[in-house]
Structures are given as structure tokens and as C-alpha cells.
């Protein structure tokens, strides 16, 4: 007879962030966060901490600047050391058809709209609320 714990895969604490944050609701969480920070166990432990979106980005050595909007095809235009973007992530959510783009900037900023910082705010207590479940 086989052992039963062979057969019981048991998820860590990071296995599980990682599971979850791929799942499709969490797809443009889950570009910001690859885009200010590499280290996996970092990420996790910064959202296990934050409060918020803005905590979050914090902890993660960054800060939001709000602005009223963003033309995306401008920006795209400004990628690069010279232009001061370094990753565009236009993200689009169907159920709401909206556009939440966001800007990850050289200068260690994070540039939204206050829709797209309410809307990844909301996301994160999603999120946090699964990985606790």
C-alpha cells in the first residue's frame, strides 16, 4: 500500500502566491508586480504586508503618482532611459470596459489614474482575501 502523504501535495505559503496570482482575474496585478520587482519571496512578502495598492507598491521601494489620465500611444512614444518609462502596461478590464493603464518608471515611480489605483486597490484585497481562503 502506498503512503497517502506520497500522494498529498502540500502547498507553501509562496507556491500558493504563485498559483493564485496566475490565475486570469490577477493578470495585470500580476504585470505590475513583474515589473517593479524580480525577487518572487519579496513580492509575496510585500503583499502580505500591505494594506493597500499603495503600501504595496511601497514596500516594494516605489511610489504612485496619480494623474488625471494616460495617452497610452504617447507613452509608448516615451519608453525608453530618455523618455523616463520603462514599461507601459495597458490593461483592460472587459467586465467594466475599462481602460486601467498603468506606467512603471525609471525614476522608481508608478504612474496611474485614480480609476486604474482604485481598480488595482480593489484587486489586491481580492487577492489577499484568496490567498487566506
Same mark, same amino acid.
Request: hydrophobic share 40%.
Given at each position: 500500500?502506498? %503512503?497517502?502523504?506520497?500522494?498529498?501535495?502540500?502547498?507553501? !505559503? =509562496? =507556491?500558493?502566491?504563485? !498559483?493564485? /496570482?496566475?490565475?486570469?482575474?490577477?493578470?495585470?496585478?500580476?504585470? @505590475?508586480? %513583474?515589473? *517593479?520587482?524580480?525577487?518572487?519571496?519579496?513580492?509575496?512578502?510585500?503583499?502580505? !504586508?500591505?494594506?493597500?495598492?499603495?503600501?504595496?507598491?511601497?514596500?516594494?521601494?516605489? !511610489?504612485?503618482?496619480?494623474?488625471?489620465?494616460?495617452?497610452? +500611444? %504617447?507613452?509608448?512614444?516615451?519608453?525608453?532611459?530618455?523618455?523616463?518609462?520603462?514599461?507601459?502596461? #495597458?490593461?483592460?478590464? @472587459?467586465?467594466? =470596459?475599462?481602460? /486601467?493603464? &498603468? *506606467?512603471?518608471?525609471?525614476?522608481?515611480? *508608478?504612474?496611474? &489614474? #485614480?480609476?486604474? +489605483?482604485?481598480?488595482?486597490?480593489?484587486?489586491?484585497?481580492?487577492?489577499?482575501? =484568496? *490567498?487566506? +481562503?
Amino acid at each position: 500500500m502506498a %503512503d497517502s502523504s506520497a500522494n498529498t501535495a502540500v502547498e507553501n !505559503r =509562496q =507556491q500558493r502566491f504563485d !498559483r493564485i /496570482l496566475c490565475l486570469e482575474p490577477f493578470k495585470g496585478l500580476k504585470a @505590475i508586480l %513583474d515589473s *517593479l520587482s524580480g525577487d518572487r519571496a519579496a513580492v509575496c512578502e510585500a503583499v502580505h !504586508r500591505a494594506n493597500s495598492f499603495e503600501e504595496l507598491v511601497a514596500g516594494l521601494g516605489h !511610489r504612485i503618482t496619480i494623474i488625471k489620465q494616460i495617452h497610452i +500611444a %504617447d507613452c509608448y512614444s516615451r519608453t525608453g532611459r530618455e523618455g523616463g518609462i520603462k514599461s507601459v502596461l #495597458p490593461f483592460f478590464d @472587459i467586465p467594466t =470596459q475599462s481602460a /486601467l493603464p &498603468t *506606467l512603471v518608471n525609471f525614476d522608481s515611480t *508608478l504612474t496611474a &489614474t #485614480p480609476k486604474s +489605483a482604485a481598480f488595482f486597490n480593489g484587486l489586491l484585497a481580492e487577492f489577499k482575501r =484568496q *490567498l487566506e +481562503a
